[in-house]
């Protein structure tokens, strides 16, 4: 890393990279991709039990009531998104598929990420529980906003239904990891609050696991040869300019409505995400009758896209946090002096 850092490399962002071509590589397939599933799960719910012993229950309880960031959050993703991703399904009549023209509107529609908005909100030293109550939220109401969204705005076939799965998966890989945590802090909190570099790696090692299981379900469904080089190659060059609108909207917003350094790293993260875990199962049931591995192929580029731009990002706010804590904090003493 030492070595990386003299040649100004990110060793996260290599990882990110190695993951990528890892799953295109190596994809893990039949009983493999079983296992990774569930190493993912776990790695997902040792996060959210790290995240319970480092949070204090007035931090937690603040997460909760900050409803303007909240609010913030969910008109980005099923507002701004839907308006942005309506636009260039319209523009994209003229030389988009139909599959893939539908799938970038479906991907603006689903919900938030919650792992990985919540793990670059971390690295980056943002508010880390408002980041979780955001994230979470999303998916929930997802659940019903992303079908309602889609028989709004575009067609489907069959009728919409969606279980209870997303919810009983955000209870028992989110929510009950970070209650514990939240019990077990007394014990372990200390301890961890000496060992930082174990929630560092906790933090990128999820990230790392949720990039290669995506991008090898991708090589194993087939899904990026279903379509030439080029073509794939202009639904990235579409989806990279959604997320630079949205990273702009979302930083605009962020310092138009006053929010604090900690809080614009929430908007930011996880008002820009789209989450593959919540839109892969939506679309097979919405779209059951029609080429599914197409609609998600913008969907799959904008996540590799995504996660790979917030890697780059993440440090960057860390660094700035960082030094706005070194320039507030004298100024802090000075005042309490006077």
């Known amino acids: 890393m030492k070595v990386l850092s003299k040649f100004h490399i990110d060793g996260f962002i290599l990882g990110l990279l190695s993951m990528v071509v890892l799953g295109a590589v190596l994809p893990a397939s039949g009983a493999a991709a079983d296992v990774l599933g569930w190493v993912t799960k776990v790695a997902i719910a040792l996060l959210f039990l790290l995240y319970g012993t480092r949070l204090s229950p007035a931090e937690a309880w603040a997460g909760l009531r900050h409803w303007r960031l909240h609010l913030t959050v969910l008109t980005v993703t099923f507002v701004i998104f839907p308006v942005l991703g309506f636009g260039l399904w319209l523009l994209g009549r003229g030389f988009l598929p139909s599959d893939l023209r539908t799938g970038v509107l479906f991907l603006c529609l689903v919900p938030s990420t919650v792992q990985s908005s ?9 508010n880390v529980a408002a980041a979780m109550v955001s994230a979470s939220a999303s998916n929930v109401l997802g659940v019903a906003l992303t079908p309602l969204l889609v028989v709004l705005l575009m067609t489907t076939s069959g009728e919409v239904h969606i279980g209870a799965g997303a919810i009983i998966a955000i209870l028992t890989q989110l929510l009950v990891p970070f209650l514990v945590g939240q019990l ?14 174990i929630v560092k790696n906790v933090d990128r090692g999820s990230v790392l696991l949720v990039v290669y299981t995506a991008f090898s379900a991708g090589t194993v469904e087939g899904i990026w040869q279903a379509v030439p080089p080029w073509r794939i ?26 929010f604090a350094l900690a809080d614009r790293i929430v908007v930011t993260f996880a008002g820009s995400k789209k989450s593959l875990a919540s839109g892969l199962p939506m679309a097979a049931v919405l779209f059951g009758g029609q080429s599914t591995a197409l609609i998600v192929l913008p969907l799959m580029i904008f996540h590799q896209i995504q996660l ?28 309490a002096g006077q």
């Open 118 to 126: 919540i793990a670059f909100t971390s690295i980056a030293r943002g």
């Open 184 to 197: 077990l802090r007394p014990l372990v909190g200390p301890w961890l609050a000496r060992h930082q570099p």
């Open 233 to 258: 190659a202009e639904v990235a060059v579409i989806c990279a300019v959604l997320l630079a609108a949205v990273l702009t909207i979302t930083g605009g917003l962020g310092k138009l409505l006053g």
């Open 308 to 335: 790979i731009v917030c890697a780059f990002l993440a440090p960057r706010f860390a660094r700035k946090a960082e030094i706005d804590t070194e320039v507030v904090t004298p100024e802090l003493a000075v005042a």
